[in-house]
Each structure stands twice: as structure tokens, then as C-alpha cells.
């Protein structure tokens, strides 16, 4: 699953940060996901959790901060909530909305501890 | 253990980039990834003595960011190479090496070449090197998709001349590739009509950011619940500009379509061209 590509990623920049700030260890990663952005949370934790073993984020809590959808109706032009990808207008019905928000896959920031 | 390059994996199953009749390459597929393995910096969880103070380090740094790098770097390459490069995307089976096979000897006007994407062997590869265009194959051992450094490295085995077409072969997957920008011109999809006219609500996320939808096996319809129609409104929810193709890679027809959408793309590259 690409989870694990995805984890990989989030971890080397964890590390580059961490080694950036001479920071010794790392204790949160924070991590915003949105609901569009075809990533199953929950698989992306479990690789996490993998992946940070022996590593200066071995200890590293994971926080995923899931982002909500938002669309705009291509009818009506206004803005809603969209939990999917296809995702009828309410107030059009047969109009679907098109994304505007909702796609992040982001490292926003990390928690670390002593220096190198 | 890393899927994509393969580190840390004791039976050494890794990405390698394979001319078929030639030996693998392995080469360095840590560009994206450096190392994940240990680093030793004496770790002090000893905290009889209070805890150190914690900071916050804003990173805000887009996941995919280094593959879009590398993405990036590939798509300049091919603009400044008037390469046309296609990114074909499909379920395991929907007819891409079929289709790709067909379109190298029926389409003789452009120079073809094709990257190959499978978790295992080099048939693929064969199949199109014996239908007359340069191919290199790319083993992803256990990975999912192909990512942007590994088409980056895979082109350094390709014979590919300003003007080319290359038809990048995405691992049969519909659900990964579509995160992984690969610096393509054209993101097709190929869905085949045994998989159903529901496949595009099913899997949105790989027809969102797709140019071309193209309906493979159309000589099945009459053996096949699949309406040609209702497919396509269900693309056009999660995609309303998503342009089609229907034929039959084997039978040929349709072809005709395939092959103008391919020549409208080819010359949308090249503003000079009559």
C-alpha cells in the first residue's frame, strides 16, 4: 500500500529535521491529512509506527490531524462540506462538487527533546 | 523495511531497473529516502534526572514534496525533448501492454520507447521490445506504484530522441499510482469492460487528475454487464472534462480514436509544428 511509501517519506523528513535543529530526540509528529487526499489514516499510523523503530522518532507519539473536504457546486458556485470525492450539490442534486480544500499530506511540525 | 527502494530487507528484494536480456541495475535508489536505518546518537531516556525542555520545530513540508522534485525535473526533460510522455494507469490485466503493443506497430509515425512497471519479471518488457520500441523494465520487488525517481532513473537505460513518445506503464494498480506524480504530459486510465460501469465511483481517486479514460475490451460487451454510457456519467462525477476512448486492443476496434487523442496530444506539444 502506498502508506508505507508515504511513512518512509514523513520519517526522513522528521530526521532531517531533527538533525537541521540538532534536536535528540523527537517526541510528537504532527501530521495533517486530508479527507481527499486518498490516504487511509489509520493504515498511515500503522506504518508509522513501523517505520520509526530504531530511529530518533522511536519513542515519537503520532498525531494525524485529519483536515476536512470542501467543494464548490459548478451550478450554484457555493461551498460545502465533501467527505468524497463524488459528492452531489445539496442544494443542486444532480450538480457534483468540485474540491477545494481537503487534499493536505503534511508534516506541520514536531515535538523534539535535548540536543546532539 | 522499505517498499520502494527496498533497504533493511534481509532477502535484498529492492526497486531494480532491468534492459531485458541485460543484467539488473540496483544503483542508488535512496535519493528520496537517504537512510532508515539507526542512526547512533546515544539516546538518553534516562529521565531520573527531569525531563530536558521540548520544542516545537514547524516543519510544513508536503509529503510528496520530493517526489514532486523529482516529478518536476522529468517534466522539464520531456518539455525541453518535445517528448510526449504518457503515465498509463489501469487495474492488473485491463490490456495496457495489449494496447501499448498494438499502438508501437500501428502507429509508426512517432518513435516509441516504454518504461515498464511490475513487481516482478521482465515479460512486459520483452512483449514491447518484441513489438519494435526501446523498453526498460522496472521491478518495484513489493512496492505498489511507480514513483517519479524511478522513471528518473529508468530513462538513464532508455534510448529516448527528442520528439519521442514514452509510454510509462504504471504497476496494475488502481488505487496507489494516483498519488505519485511522475512528470508525465498525459495521465490516462484504462479500465476494461469485465470491471463494470460502478469502477468509477469506486475509485475516484485515480480518474480525478486523469486526461484520458480509455474502455478496453469493448469486442466483450455483449458476454459482460457493462453500459458504456452510465460509465461514463460516473467519470464525469469525480472528473466532468475526462476525455474517452472505447476499442479493442486485440479485435482493433477503435483504434482509429486511441490514435487521434495520442496525435492531438503529440502536436498540443509542439506549438511550431503545421
Not at chain 2, 535508489?29 to 527531569?50: A, T, V
Request: net charge negative; proline share 5%.
Amino acid at each position: 500500500m502506498h502508506e508505507m511509501s508515504l511513512a518512509l517519506e514523513i520519517l526522513r523528513i522528521v530526521e532531517e529535521t531533527a538533525l537541521q535543529n540538532q534536536a535528540a530526540v523527537v517526541k510528537e509528529i504532527f501530521v495533517e491529512v486530508g479527507t481527499l487526499a486518498g490516504v487511509t489514516i489509520p493504515a498511515l499510523e500503522f506504518c508509522l509506527e513501523v517505520v520509526k523503530k530504531d530511529t530518533a522518532a522511536d519513542g515519537a507519539a503520532i498525531r494525524i490531524n485529519q483536515v476536512p473536504g470542501k467543494g464548490r457546486c459548478p451550478t450554484c458556485g457555493s461551498e460545502y462540506p465533501m467527505a468524497t470525492l463524488i459528492e452531489p450539490c445539496p442544494v443542486c442534486d444532480t450538480s457534483y462538487l468540485a474540491m477545494t480544500a481537503g487534499d493536505d499530506l503534511r508534516v506541520r511540525e514536531i515535538e523534539v527533546e535535548g540536543q546532539i | 523495511m522499505c517498499d520502494t527502494c527496498g533497504c533493511g530487507q534481509p532477502d535484498g528484494q529492492g526497486v531494480k531497473i532491468i534492459k531485458p536480456g541485460e543484467k539488473a541495475v540496483e544503483g542508488d535508489g535512496h535519493q528520496n529516502h537517504n537512510r532508515h536505518h539507526h542512526h547512533d546518537h546515544g539516546y538518553d531516556h534516562d529521565h531520573e534526572h527531569g525531563h530536558p525542555p521540548t520544542e516545537t520545530i514547524k516543519v510544513q513540508q508536503d509529503i510528496l514534496g520530493a517526489n514532486n522534485l523529482v516529478a518536476a525535473r522529468n517534466r522539464t526533460f520531456f518539455e525541453e525533448h518535445g517528448i510526449l510522455a504518457l503515465n498509463l494507469m489501469s487495474s492488473p490485466g485491463s490490456g495496457k501492454t495489449t494496447l501499448l503493443e498494438r499502438t508501437i506497430k500501428e502507429l509508426g509515425a512517432y518513435r516509441w520507447a516504454v518504461i515498464e512497471g511490475d513487481q516482478q519479471t521482465t515479460l512486459d518488457a520483452e512483449r514491447i521490445e518484441r513489438a519494435g520500441a526501446d523498453a526498460v523494465q522496472v521491478n518495484t520487488g513489493t512496492g505498489c506504484h511507480l514513483d517519479a525517481s524511478m522513471v528518473s532513473r529508468a530513462l538513464e537505460s532508455l534510448t529516448l530522441p527528442p520528439g519521442a513518445v514514452l509510454a510509462i506503464e504504471n504497476v496494475g494498480n488502481l488505487v496507489c499510482p494516483a498519488l505519485f506524480d511522475l512528470g508525465e504530459s498525459r495521465r490516462v486510465v484504462i479500465v476494461s469492460t469485465p470491471e463494470g460501469s460502478d469502477k468509477p465511483l469506486k475509485y475516484p481517486t485515480i480518474l480525478r487528475d486523469a486526461h484520458l479514460c480509455v474502455i478496453n475490451k469493448l469486442d466483450l460487451l455483449p458476454y459482460v454487464d457493462f453500459d458504456l454510457d452510465l460509465f461514463k456519467e460516473n467519470c464525469r462525477r469525480v472528473n466532468p472534462r475526462m476525455e474517452f476512448v472505447a476499442l479493442s486492443a486485440t479485435v482493433g476496434t477503435g483504434l482509429a480514436g486511441w490514435f487521434a487523442w495520442i496525435e492531438q496530444a503529440y502536436h498540443g506539444l509542439q506549438p511550431e509544428a503545421g
